[in-house]
Structures are given as C-alpha cells and as structure tokens.
C-alpha cells in the first residue's frame, strides 16, 4: 500500500499533480466535472460570500474560462463530488453557464475537507477572523486536535491559533461588530479583557462611538477595570527600539514593548490568557 502523505500546512499547491485527463475520475486526476455533481463542503469555514466579488468572478470566467481547477472528494455516500477548495470558482462558473469545470480528485476524510478548505481560504485571505475561529474549533473539539497541532496544520503559531479561538467567548454584540468589521481582531481581543457580556457591550459602544484605537481600548479597559493609567510617556522609542518590538510581536504572536537603550532597559511582553502564558513561556524556555 503507497505511503499516505502527510504535510497539509504546505499548501494547496501539494495536492494538485500533474495527472492527465481521465473519464474514470481515479484518485489524483485533472478532469473536466460537470457542475450538477459537485456538493458544498459541509465543512467549509466561510459563512458567506460577496456577491458583488462573485459577479466579478463569474465575468472572468465567462472571458477565461476556469483557469485553476477545484479540488474534489468522492461523496461517502458515491453520489457525485464534494469541494475541498474552489467553492468560489464553482459558485462563480455557475453563474457564468459553464456546464463542466476542471477538477482535481483527491481522497480526503472529513477532517481533511475541514483542514484544506481552512488552509485555502487561510492562504488567500477570505476568512474573517471569527470563521477562521469557528473551523479551528471544530478542529480541536470534532477532531481532537491540540492548538499545537492545529498551528501546525495551517501554518500559524499556537499563539496566533489560541488567541483566536478567544474571540469566540466575547460578547455577541462584539462578534457582531468584528463579523461587521466596525472593529479590528485586536479591538475585540482588548474588549475580552472585561469579565462580563454586559461590560463588553457597554466599552464596544465607547469604541465604536469615538472610534478607538487598539491602544485606546487597551488603555480604557484598563481603566474599567480600575488600573491606574499608565504614566505619561516620555520621548517617543528610537526607531531602532520600534524595529525590536515589531520583531518581537511577530516572533511571539503578542504585543512587547522594549523600554531603555543599549545597555540598559526592560522588554515587556503581555499575554491575555493562561494559555498563552503558558505557550509564551514554552517558546522562551526552548529558545
């Protein structure tokens, strides 16, 4: 039996082989499939799709045909196909008239068209973060996956995949507001610093009114909370200090801040979960 192939994290671009044509449809296969044979994939993590980008679509199609295939899997029950990845395409050939659209073969479990349909959309930027939130939980409560494997899979770190799960415990009126894009992942990380929906809501509406930053809303739920504010600043970093903590928050997934020069000074990095703290600590202590 040939070895199974692991590796999904490396993109799409491993699952598309350079098979020729076949009428039969064997595993790892281009052919042209009627569009009346292919399902949604139940799994997909994108809740909706544009229509105006749709149309968009559908006119290039109806110029260029289908120029990159969709990814297939049989159905379980044989009748027909379902989408790994292309959903937009096969949507958008639709609406164009196409009868067939070309089609790579693929077996695939149903984890696995959860997984690649993350990992595609993942790699062109179409999920919104609480979809992106959604298909990992799905991963981690249906599949068992740990956060560590789940960043493993799409390529992210186990910060970056915690700290969205998070946003899936912030009030309704947040999620809203992010799904919206009246506020930024960060707005709604910060808001989830307040111990309440009640609280949420009520600090998203000073957000939303007085159209926050992201420091902004940090510094006022601090001040919800009863912080002291933090004291005035003094001169602004070198840009020499703001290139370290650019570099740092990209590393560790978290905001950090550096505060001195040369040959002195302090590095403060900030965690908004157990989780976090203790996937930060991981991190530093193997470093």
């Given at each position: 039996m040939a070895r199974r192939r692991s590796?999904?994290?490396?993109?799409?671009?491993?699952?598309?082989?350079?098979?020729?044509?076949?009428?039969?449809?064997?595993?790892?296969?281009v052919?042209?499939?009627?569009?009346?044979?292919?399902?949604?994939?139940?799994?997909?993590?994108?809740?909706?799709?544009?229509?105006?980008?749709?149309?968009?679509?559908?006119?290039?199609?109806?110029?260029?045909?289908?120029?990159?295939?969709?990814?297939?899997?049989?159905?379980?029950?044989?009748?027909?196909y379902v989408?790994?990845?292309?959903?937009?395409?096969?949507?958008a050939a639709k609406l164009a008239?196409?009868?067939?659209?070309?089609?790579?073969?693929?077996?695939?479990?149903?984890?696995?068209?959860?997984?690649?349909?993350?990992?595609?959309?993942?790699?062109?930027?179409?999920?919104?973060?609480?979809?992106?939130?959604?298909?990992?939980?799905?991963?981690?409560?249906?599949?068992?996956?740990?956060?560590?494997?789940?960043?493993?899979?799409?390529?992210?770190?186990?910060v970056a995949v915690s700290n969205t799960l998070r946003l899936l415990k912030a009030a309704p009126a947040v999620r809203q507001a992010l799904l919206e894009g009246r506020i930024s992942e960060g707005h709604a990380r910060a808001l989830l610093g307040l111990p309440s929906p009640q609280a949420q809501t009520a600090a998203l509406h000073t957000v939303t009114e007085q159209g926050l930053t992201v420091r902004q809303t940090e510094d006022l739920v601090r001040r919800l909370q009863g912080e002291r504010p933090p004291a005035k600043r003094g001169a602004r970093?070198?840009?020499?200090?703001?290139?370290?903590?650019?570099?740092?928050?990209?590393?560790?997934?978290?905001?950090a801040r550096v505060k001195g020069h040369a040959h002195k000074g302090a590095i403060t990095i900030y965690y908004y979960s157990a989780e976090e703290l203790d996937a930060l600590l991981a991190r530093l202590l193997e470093a």
């Amino acid at each position: 039996m040939a070895r199974r192939r692991s590796g999904l994290g490396r993109g799409l671009d491993a699952l598309i082989p350079g098979g020729e044509t076949s009428t039969r449809l064997p595993a790892g296969s281009v052919a042209q499939v009627p569009v009346e044979q292919i399902r949604p994939n139940p799994r997909q993590p994108r809740s909706k799709i544009d229509p105006a980008a749709l149309e968009e679509l559908a006119a290039s199609i109806r110029e260029h045909g289908v120029i990159q295939p969709v990814v297939l899997a049989r159905a379980p029950d044989g009748q027909g196909y379902v989408l790994i990845a292309g959903e937009r395409r096969w949507q958008a050939a639709k609406l164009a008239g196409l009868q067939q659209v070309p089609a790579v073969i693929r077996e695939a479990t149903e984890q696995e068209l959860l997984e690649l349909a993350l990992i595609e959309n993942i790699q062109r930027a179409d999920l919104n973060p609480l979809e992106t939130a959604e298909a990992y939980r799905q991963l981690h409560e249906a599949f068992g996956l740990s956060h560590d494997e789940i960043a493993q899979r799409v390529g992210k770190s186990r910060v970056a995949v915690s700290n969205t799960l998070r946003l899936l415990k912030a009030a309704p009126a947040v999620r809203q507001a992010l799904l919206e894009g009246r506020i930024s992942e960060g707005h709604a990380r910060a808001l989830l610093g307040l111990p309440s929906p009640q609280a949420q809501t009520a600090a998203l509406h000073t957000v939303t009114e007085q159209g926050l930053t992201v420091r902004q809303t940090e510094d006022l739920v601090r001040r919800l909370q009863g912080e002291r504010p933090p004291a005035k600043r003094g001169a602004r970093p070198s840009p020499e200090l703001r290139d370290l903590e650019a570099r740092l928050e990209a590393a560790l997934g978290t905001k950090a801040r550096v505060k001195g020069h040369a040959h002195k000074g302090a590095i403060t990095i900030y965690y908004y979960s157990a989780e976090e703290l203790d996937a930060l600590l991981a991190r530093l202590l193997e470093a």
